[in-house]
């Protein structure tokens, strides 16, 4: 499995991105997809998962009501819709998939390569 992260940038506080993750290869046996974050000088943590066939999703306390993890297979696609972002979501995010599930631990079978998100004061 392949994957692919875009969307990152540079936004102001109170502003919005959203992340995409397009997959390729074996997805189908993908079951879970999720984002994880890193900050400069921090360990790479967990952020949302959602399951690749169902409806379930589930997110760390820090961005539950402001972020919204999707997907549309169709396009084997996995979406992040970051809202009110703050300073503190500064971080490089790194698309998951994984054929267990999401979170265990920051271990996930398959990475994306990251991409920047700056968000200033």
């Known amino acids: 499995v392949q994957l692919q992260a875009s969307g990152g940038g540079l936004v102001q506080a109170g502003g919005s991105l959203r992340l995409s993750c397009v997959a390729s290869?074996?997805?189908?046996?993908?079951?879970?997809m999720g984002w994880f974050r890193q900050a400069p000088g921090k360990e790479r943590e967990f952020v949302a998962r959602?399951?690749?066939?169902?409806?379930?999703?589930y997110y760390v306390d820090s961005v539950k009501g402001r972020f919204t993890i999707s997907r549309d297979n169709a396009k084997n696609t996995v979406y992040l819709q970051m809202n009110s972002l703050k300073p503190a979501d500064t971080a490089i995010y790194y698309c998951?998939?994984?054929?267990?599930?999401?979170?265990?631990?920051?271990?996930?079978?398959?990475w994306g390569q990251g991409t920047q998100v700056t968000v200033s004061s």
């Open positions: 998951a998939a994984d054929t267990t599930y999401l979170p265990r631990g920051n271990v996930a079978d398959y």
């Open positions: 290869g074996r997805t189908f046996s993908i079951n879970t």
């Open positions: 959602i399951s690749w066939s169902g409806t379930g999703t």
